[in-house]
């Protein structure tokens, strides 16, 4: 078992440094869309959103910013007029990622129907593995629904979706109210969650494997940021809201004991 004490910092975002700006597209991909050209209709969840570059901005924090639309906004999606548009970045073919120890510290958005979330996927799904069998580690889901709720997952051949292998605990506060450090430990042979300091959940390769299902994490994932709105897992949107944010300070990567390595592409 590696020494959670010996870190060693090997990436870092730092939003507030920028103070405002534009985020650097040589770090950041931006999704544009409904997810209709990637093959995934509503990105494959029946999402609502329509994905924008102009929906992400950095004012003192990174800002995904979620707004409802007007039927005239010229945005399309697979059910029409887009209602909603929102912003999705990610760091693949840019910056990878392997083993090692991810903490994000972000503070969640308000209103029911928000479906914010913080996670990674393996880097050869680039290369044609499809998803599940390239591996998901989401570090935090949440729900405006569940205002509360701590939720971390990994998802494979043969535990995706809703049954992917999964943990939920409730902050005492509600997400939005303040800033939150949410973070994942993960190491050859297990991966583990955690909630500012808190361990919440421990997931073991040797148990995965043992009940015969793969562990696809031992290879270069990609980091993935955005706040979706509707779809399967969020439910049905609050017909009153009007807007959210989901609100990024930093993003800091460690090695941990020599265990984590950083890719440049």
């Given at each position: 078992?590696?020494?959670?004490?010996?870190?060693?910092?090997?990436?870092?975002?730092?939003?507030?440094?920028?103070?405002?700006?534009?985020?650097?597209?040589?770090?950041?991909?931006?999704?544009?869309?409904?997810?209709?050209?990637?093959?995934?209709?509503?990105?494959?969840?029946?999402?609502?959103?329509?994905?924008?570059?102009d929906?992400?901005?950095?004012?003192d924090s990174?800002?995904?910013?979620?707004?409802?639309?007007?039927?005239?906004?010229?945005?399309?999606?697979?059910y029409?007029?887009?209602?909603?548009?929102?912003?999705?970045?990610?760091?693949?073919?840019?910056?990878?990622?392997?083993?090692?120890?991810?903490?994000?510290?972000?503070?969640?958005?308000?209103?029911?129907?928000?479906?914010?979330?913080?996670?990674?996927?393996?880097?050869?799904?680039?290369?044609?593995?499809?998803?599940?069998?390239?591996?998901?580690?989401?570090?935090?889901?949440?729900?405006?629904?569940?205002?509360?709720?701590?939720?971390?997952?990994?998802?494979?051949d043969?535990?995706?979706?809703?049954?992917?292998?999964?943990?939920?605990?409730?902050?005492?506060?509600?997400?939005?109210?303040?800033?939150?450090?949410?973070?994942?430990?993960?190491?050859?042979?297990?991966i583990?969650?955690?909630?500012?300091?808190?361990?919440?959940?421990?997931?073991?390769?040797?148990?995965?494997e043992?009940?015969?299902?793969?562990?696809?994490?031992?290879?270069?994932?990609?980091?993935?940021?955005?706040?979706?709105?509707?779809?399967?897992?969020?439910?049905?949107?609050?017909?009153?809201?009007?807007?959210?944010?989901?609100?990024?300070?930093?993003?800091?990567?460690?090695?941990?004991?020599?265990?984590?390595?950083?890719?440049?592409?």
């Amino acid at each position: 078992m590696a020494d959670w004490s010996a870190q060693s910092l090997l990436w870092s975002e730092e939003f507030a440094d920028h103070h405002a700006g534009q985020l650097s597209e040589d770090t950041w991909n931006f999704d544009i869309g409904d997810g209709s050209s990637a093959g995934l209709v509503g990105w494959g969840n029946n999402e609502l959103e329509y994905y924008t570059k102009d929906s992400v901005s950095i004012n003192d924090s990174l800002i995904i910013t979620a707004e409802r639309i007007s039927a005239d906004s010229g945005l399309h999606c697979y059910y029409g007029p887009a209602q909603w548009k929102s912003g999705k970045i990610h760091t693949a073919r840019k910056i990878g990622f392997k083993h090692g120890r991810i903490e994000v510290q972000a503070k969640m958005p308000s209103g029911v129907g928000t479906w914010p979330a913080l996670w990674l996927l393996g880097a050869n799904l680039l290369d044609g593995i499809a998803w599940p069998h390239c591996g998901e580690i989401d570090i935090l889901e949440n729900t405006g629904a569940h205002p509360y709720q701590v939720q971390g997952t990994i998802h494979a051949d043969g535990y995706f979706g809703e049954n992917g292998l999964t943990k939920i605990i409730q902050s005492p506060d509600a997400l939005a109210d303040q800033f939150h450090t949410y973070a994942i430990n993960w190491t050859p042979d297990y991966i583990e969650w955690f909630f500012d300091d808190l361990s919440y959940n421990r997931i073991n390769r040797q148990d995965v494997e043992s009940s015969g299902k793969p562990w696809p994490f031992n290879q270069e994932f990609y980091l993935i940021m955005n706040l979706a709105i509707g779809g399967w897992f969020a439910g049905a949107v609050d017909e009153k809201l009007q807007r959210a944010e989901l609100q990024i300070n930093s993003i800091k990567y460690y090695s941990i004991d020599g265990v984590g390595e950083l890719v440049l592409h």
